[in-house]
Protein backbone atom coordinates (compact mmCIF):
# COMPACT_ATOMS: atom_id res chain seq x y z
CA UNK A 1 0.00 0.00 0.00
CA UNK A 2 2.73 2.40 1.01
CA UNK A 3 4.68 1.95 -2.25
CA UNK A 4 1.30 2.38 -4.06
CA UNK A 5 0.97 6.03 -2.30
CA UNK A 6 4.76 6.74 -3.25
CA UNK A 7 4.13 5.79 -6.50
CA UNK A 8 1.14 7.88 -6.71
CA UNK A 9 2.76 11.21 -4.90
CA UNK A 10 5.29 10.99 -7.76
CA UNK A 11 4.44 13.24 -11.04
CA UNK A 12 3.89 11.47 -13.80
CA UNK A 13 6.49 11.28 -16.44
CA UNK A 14 4.59 13.51 -18.74
CA UNK A 15 4.22 15.96 -16.57
CA UNK A 16 8.01 15.98 -15.80
CA UNK A 17 8.52 16.45 -19.40
CA UNK A 18 6.60 19.28 -19.42
CA UNK A 19 7.80 21.41 -17.23
CA UNK A 20 6.56 20.67 -13.65
CA UNK A 21 10.23 20.23 -12.03
CA UNK A 22 12.51 23.18 -11.39
CA UNK A 23 14.23 22.20 -14.67
CA UNK A 24 11.19 22.86 -16.70
CA UNK A 25 10.66 26.47 -15.01
CA UNK A 26 14.60 26.92 -16.08
CA UNK A 27 13.49 25.74 -19.59
CA UNK A 28 10.57 27.96 -19.83
CA UNK A 29 11.97 31.24 -18.28
CA UNK A 30 15.48 31.95 -20.18
CA UNK A 31 18.13 32.62 -18.28
CA UNK A 32 18.91 36.89 -17.68
CA UNK A 33 22.33 37.90 -18.71
CA UNK A 34 24.34 40.34 -16.29
CA UNK A 35 24.29 43.40 -17.03
CA UNK A 36 27.87 43.85 -18.08
CA UNK A 37 27.17 41.14 -20.79
CA UNK A 38 23.88 43.24 -21.99
CA UNK A 39 26.01 46.78 -22.03
CA UNK A 40 29.09 45.01 -23.72
CA UNK A 41 27.08 46.12 -27.31
CA UNK A 42 26.65 49.44 -26.60
CA UNK A 43 30.17 50.02 -26.14
CA UNK A 44 31.52 48.68 -28.66
CA UNK A 45 28.74 50.66 -30.67
CA UNK A 46 29.71 54.11 -28.45
CA UNK A 47 33.36 54.41 -30.03
CA UNK A 48 32.34 54.70 -33.52
CA UNK A 49 29.21 56.93 -33.18
CA UNK A 50 31.13 59.23 -30.58
CA UNK A 51 34.09 59.65 -33.77
CA UNK A 52 31.59 60.12 -35.83
CA UNK A 53 30.16 63.15 -34.02
CA UNK A 54 33.22 64.53 -32.94
CA UNK A 55 34.40 64.74 -36.34
CA UNK A 56 31.63 64.83 -38.80
CA UNK A 57 28.55 66.29 -37.02
CA UNK A 58 30.20 68.72 -34.15
CA UNK A 59 32.17 70.37 -37.57
CA UNK A 60 29.15 70.77 -39.60
CA UNK A 61 27.51 72.39 -36.62
CA UNK A 62 30.57 74.79 -36.12
CA UNK A 63 30.17 75.39 -39.78
CA UNK A 64 26.69 77.02 -39.68
CA UNK A 65 27.71 79.09 -36.74
CA UNK A 66 30.83 80.13 -38.67
CA UNK A 67 28.93 80.92 -41.19
CA UNK A 68 27.16 84.09 -39.85
CA UNK A 69 30.18 85.39 -38.69
CA UNK A 70 32.93 87.52 -39.58
CA UNK A 71 35.69 85.11 -38.68
CA UNK A 72 38.99 85.29 -39.70
CA UNK A 73 40.01 81.70 -38.52
CA UNK A 74 42.68 83.19 -36.66
CA UNK A 75 40.99 85.40 -34.26
CA UNK A 76 39.59 84.36 -30.76
CA UNK A 77 36.64 86.68 -31.58
CA UNK A 78 33.61 85.84 -33.97
CA UNK A 79 31.08 88.79 -34.85
CA UNK A 80 27.58 87.80 -35.85
CA UNK A 81 26.62 89.36 -39.27
CA UNK A 82 23.61 87.59 -40.13
CA UNK A 83 23.15 86.25 -43.70
CA UNK A 84 25.49 88.55 -44.96
CA UNK A 85 28.01 85.83 -45.99
CA UNK A 86 25.30 84.20 -47.71
CA UNK A 87 24.48 87.28 -50.18
CA UNK A 88 27.92 87.29 -50.82
CA UNK A 89 28.35 84.09 -51.94
CA UNK A 90 25.28 83.92 -54.32
CA UNK A 91 26.26 87.65 -55.62
CA UNK A 92 29.74 87.78 -55.86
CA UNK A 93 30.04 87.45 -60.00
CA UNK A 94 33.28 85.04 -59.08
CA UNK A 95 31.11 82.64 -57.18
CA UNK A 96 28.42 82.08 -59.56
CA UNK A 97 31.06 82.26 -62.56
CA UNK A 98 32.59 78.34 -60.92
CA UNK A 99 28.79 76.96 -61.18
CA UNK A 100 29.50 77.30 -64.79
CA UNK A 101 32.89 75.51 -64.57
CA UNK A 102 30.33 72.31 -63.53
CA UNK A 103 28.89 71.71 -66.01
CA UNK A 104 31.28 70.54 -68.11
CA UNK A 105 31.83 67.10 -64.96
CA UNK A 106 28.20 67.12 -65.50
CA UNK A 107 28.08 66.32 -69.21
CA UNK A 108 31.22 64.31 -68.40
CA UNK A 109 29.25 62.38 -65.59
CA UNK A 110 26.61 61.52 -68.24
CA UNK A 111 29.23 60.30 -70.73
CA UNK A 112 30.91 58.47 -68.16
CA UNK A 113 27.36 56.44 -67.04
CA UNK A 114 27.01 55.97 -70.61
CA UNK A 115 30.10 54.31 -71.06
CA UNK A 116 29.69 52.30 -67.73
CA UNK A 117 26.53 51.24 -68.77
CA UNK A 118 27.70 49.92 -72.25
CA UNK A 119 31.07 47.98 -70.58
CA UNK A 120 28.02 46.60 -67.69
CA UNK A 121 26.02 45.24 -70.11
CA UNK A 122 28.47 43.53 -72.51
CA UNK A 123 30.51 41.96 -69.16
CA UNK A 124 27.23 40.48 -68.07
CA UNK A 125 27.08 37.76 -70.76
CA UNK A 126 30.22 35.51 -72.14
CA UNK A 127 32.88 37.58 -73.09
CA UNK A 128 36.45 36.09 -72.91
CA UNK A 129 38.55 37.41 -70.02
CA UNK A 130 35.55 38.79 -68.75
CA UNK A 131 36.93 39.14 -65.02
CA UNK A 132 40.30 40.59 -66.73
CA UNK A 133 38.66 43.15 -68.14
CA UNK A 134 36.35 44.07 -65.51
CA UNK A 135 40.00 44.73 -63.40
CA UNK A 136 41.07 46.85 -65.91
CA UNK A 137 37.81 49.10 -65.45
CA UNK A 138 38.07 49.33 -61.95
CA UNK A 139 41.31 49.39 -61.62
CA UNK A 140 41.57 53.68 -61.67
CA UNK A 141 38.99 54.19 -59.34
CA UNK A 142 41.65 52.97 -56.22
CA UNK A 143 44.38 55.13 -57.20
CA UNK A 144 44.00 58.29 -55.23
CA UNK A 145 43.01 60.97 -56.80
CA UNK A 146 45.80 63.19 -56.40
CA UNK A 147 47.94 60.38 -58.20
CA UNK A 148 45.11 60.82 -60.75
CA UNK A 149 46.42 64.06 -60.85
CA UNK A 150 49.89 63.94 -60.94
CA UNK A 151 49.79 61.14 -63.57
CA UNK A 152 47.90 63.27 -66.19
CA UNK A 153 49.64 66.31 -65.47
CA UNK A 154 52.74 64.73 -66.77
CA UNK A 155 50.60 62.73 -69.44
CA UNK A 156 49.26 66.43 -71.24
CA UNK A 157 52.03 68.44 -70.62
CA UNK A 158 53.59 70.05 -73.52
CA UNK A 159 55.84 67.12 -75.24
CA UNK A 160 54.61 64.55 -72.51
CA UNK A 161 52.69 61.59 -73.23
CA UNK A 162 50.03 62.81 -74.83
CA UNK A 163 52.03 64.38 -77.81
CA UNK A 164 53.86 62.08 -78.26
CA UNK A 165 51.47 59.20 -79.26
CA UNK A 166 49.61 61.86 -81.08
CA UNK A 167 53.12 63.00 -82.89
CA UNK A 168 53.81 59.22 -83.65
CA UNK A 169 50.73 58.70 -85.40
CA UNK A 170 51.17 61.84 -87.48
CA UNK A 171 48.73 64.10 -85.97
CA UNK A 172 50.58 66.87 -84.91
CA UNK A 173 48.26 69.26 -86.20
CA UNK A 174 46.08 68.14 -82.98
CA UNK A 175 48.33 68.54 -80.30
CA UNK A 176 47.41 71.60 -78.26
CA UNK A 177 47.97 73.07 -74.90
CA UNK A 178 45.82 70.71 -73.11
CA UNK A 179 45.17 72.80 -69.45
CA UNK A 180 47.16 76.25 -70.86
CA UNK A 181 44.03 76.76 -73.13
CA UNK A 182 40.89 78.18 -71.37
CA UNK A 183 38.73 76.71 -74.42
CA UNK A 184 40.21 73.08 -73.58
CA UNK A 185 41.46 73.08 -69.88
CA UNK A 186 37.63 72.00 -68.38
CA UNK A 187 37.88 69.61 -71.26
CA UNK A 188 40.60 68.05 -70.61
CA UNK A 189 40.29 67.66 -66.64
CA UNK A 190 37.01 66.24 -67.17
CA UNK A 191 38.25 63.85 -69.21
CA UNK A 192 40.53 62.11 -66.30
CA UNK A 193 37.19 62.44 -64.14
CA UNK A 194 35.45 59.98 -66.68
CA UNK A 195 38.70 57.95 -66.57
CA UNK A 196 38.50 57.91 -62.47
CA UNK A 197 35.37 57.15 -61.53
CA UNK A 198 33.97 55.03 -64.17
CA UNK A 199 34.97 51.99 -63.08
CA UNK A 200 32.71 52.54 -59.57
CA UNK A 201 29.48 53.27 -62.22
CA UNK A 202 30.63 50.21 -63.81
CA UNK A 203 30.69 48.20 -60.57
CA UNK A 204 26.84 49.74 -59.52
CA UNK A 205 25.75 48.71 -63.14
CA UNK A 206 27.25 45.36 -63.34
CA UNK A 207 25.93 44.55 -59.61
CA UNK A 208 22.43 45.39 -60.48
CA UNK A 209 22.48 43.81 -64.27
CA UNK A 210 23.64 40.36 -62.97
CA UNK A 211 21.13 41.07 -59.97
CA UNK A 212 18.16 40.30 -63.02
CA UNK A 213 16.98 36.84 -62.59
CA UNK A 214 18.19 34.92 -65.89
CA UNK A 215 14.62 33.61 -66.94
CA UNK A 216 13.54 36.94 -68.12
CA UNK A 217 16.66 37.12 -70.72
CA UNK A 218 15.57 33.35 -71.53
CA UNK A 219 11.67 34.10 -72.46
CA UNK A 220 12.63 37.35 -74.21
CA UNK A 221 14.75 35.20 -76.34
CA UNK A 222 11.57 33.25 -77.19
CA UNK A 223 9.67 36.16 -78.04
CA UNK A 224 12.39 36.90 -80.85
CA UNK A 225 14.15 39.61 -78.32
CA UNK A 226 17.38 40.78 -79.66
CA UNK A 227 20.52 42.93 -77.31
CA UNK A 228 18.80 46.25 -77.93
CA UNK A 229 15.57 45.53 -77.27
CA UNK A 230 16.72 43.14 -73.56
CA UNK A 231 18.60 46.68 -72.80
CA UNK A 232 15.47 48.81 -73.11
CA UNK A 233 12.90 46.31 -72.06
CA UNK A 234 14.52 44.29 -69.49
CA UNK A 235 17.80 45.87 -68.52
CA UNK A 236 16.62 49.51 -67.72
CA UNK A 237 13.36 49.27 -66.57
CA UNK A 238 14.92 46.80 -63.96
CA UNK A 239 18.47 48.89 -63.01
CA UNK A 240 16.11 52.42 -62.45
CA UNK A 241 16.88 53.09 -58.39
CA UNK A 242 20.71 52.65 -59.84
CA UNK A 243 19.90 54.96 -62.59
CA UNK A 244 18.47 57.61 -60.27
CA UNK A 245 21.09 57.06 -57.46
CA UNK A 246 24.16 57.46 -60.26
CA UNK A 247 22.16 60.52 -61.79
CA UNK A 248 22.67 62.28 -57.66
CA UNK A 249 25.81 61.05 -57.67
CA UNK A 250 26.64 62.72 -60.89
CA UNK A 251 24.97 66.51 -59.81
CA UNK A 252 26.92 66.40 -56.35
CA UNK A 253 29.92 65.16 -58.22
CA UNK A 254 30.16 67.67 -60.37
CA UNK A 255 29.26 70.13 -58.07
CA UNK A 256 32.27 69.03 -55.56
CA UNK A 257 35.31 68.65 -57.67
CA UNK A 258 38.51 69.08 -56.05
CA UNK A 259 41.35 67.14 -56.12
CA UNK A 260 41.91 66.34 -59.81
CA UNK A 261 41.50 69.93 -60.67
CA UNK A 262 43.49 71.51 -58.00
CA UNK A 263 46.71 69.33 -58.71
CA UNK A 264 46.97 69.60 -62.38
CA UNK A 265 45.89 73.88 -62.88
CA UNK A 266 45.29 74.95 -58.92
CA UNK A 267 42.30 76.46 -60.50
CA UNK A 268 43.87 78.86 -63.10
CA UNK A 269 43.01 79.16 -66.88
CA UNK A 270 39.43 79.10 -65.79
CA UNK A 271 39.27 75.82 -64.36
CA UNK A 272 38.49 76.77 -60.55
CA UNK A 273 35.51 74.77 -59.41
CA UNK A 274 33.66 76.04 -56.44
CA UNK A 275 35.20 73.90 -53.94
CA UNK A 276 38.61 75.47 -54.92
CA UNK A 277 37.36 78.82 -54.66
CA UNK A 278 35.50 78.03 -51.30
CA UNK A 279 39.33 76.48 -50.13
CA UNK A 280 41.08 79.78 -51.90
CA UNK A 281 38.34 81.74 -49.59
CA UNK A 282 39.13 80.21 -46.47
CA UNK A 283 43.08 79.80 -46.78
CA UNK A 284 44.16 82.70 -48.60
CA UNK A 285 41.89 85.74 -48.24
CA UNK A 286 41.26 84.72 -44.43
CA UNK A 287 37.56 84.96 -44.64
CA UNK A 288 36.49 81.43 -42.98
CA UNK A 289 32.92 83.02 -42.49
CA UNK A 290 32.39 83.52 -46.27
CA UNK A 291 33.83 80.44 -47.07
CA UNK A 292 31.70 78.28 -44.72
CA UNK A 293 28.62 80.40 -46.09
CA UNK A 294 29.53 78.62 -49.52
CA UNK A 295 29.90 75.52 -48.15
CA UNK A 296 26.36 75.66 -46.66
CA UNK A 297 24.97 77.06 -50.18
CA UNK A 298 27.28 73.31 -51.85
CA UNK A 299 25.12 71.25 -48.89
CA UNK A 300 21.62 72.64 -49.43
CA UNK A 301 22.24 72.72 -53.23
CA UNK A 302 23.31 69.05 -53.24
CA UNK A 303 20.33 68.03 -51.14
CA UNK A 304 18.13 70.28 -53.58
CA UNK A 305 19.21 68.37 -56.52
CA UNK A 306 18.45 65.30 -55.11
CA UNK A 307 14.92 66.19 -53.58
CA UNK A 308 14.00 67.43 -57.17
CA UNK A 309 15.02 64.25 -58.65
CA UNK A 310 13.09 61.84 -56.24
CA UNK A 311 10.46 64.26 -57.07
CA UNK A 312 10.71 63.42 -60.23
CA UNK A 313 12.03 60.17 -60.89
CA UNK A 314 10.13 58.63 -57.75
CA UNK A 315 11.22 54.77 -56.91
CA UNK A 316 9.08 52.02 -58.25
CA UNK A 317 7.32 49.87 -55.59
CA UNK A 318 7.61 46.50 -56.09
CA UNK A 319 4.90 44.04 -55.27
CA UNK A 320 5.80 40.84 -54.08
CA UNK A 321 2.88 38.38 -54.74
Same mark, same amino acid.
Given at each position: ????? +???????????????????????????????????????????????????????????????????????????????????????????????????? /????????????? /??????????????????? /??????????????????????????????????????? +????????????????????????????????? +???????????????????????????????????????????????? /??????????????????????????????????????????????????????????? +?????
Amino acid at each position: MTNVL +QRADRPAPAARAAGAGPAGRLARTPARRPWRQRLVPYVFVAVPVGLLLLFTYWPVLNMFWYSVTDWDGLDKTKNFVGLDNYAAALTEPDNLRVFYVSLYY /FAAALVQMALALY /FATVLSFKVRFRNMWKGIL /FFPYLINGVAVGMIFLNFVKPDGGLDTVLTALGLEGAIR +QWTGDPALVNVTLASVSVWRYMGLNFVMFLGAI +QSIPREMYEAAELDGANRWHELWLIILPSIRPIVGLQLILAISGALSV /FEVPYVMTAGGNGSETFVIRTVWTAFSRNMVGLASAMAVVLLVAVLLVTWVQRRLVPER +QVDIA
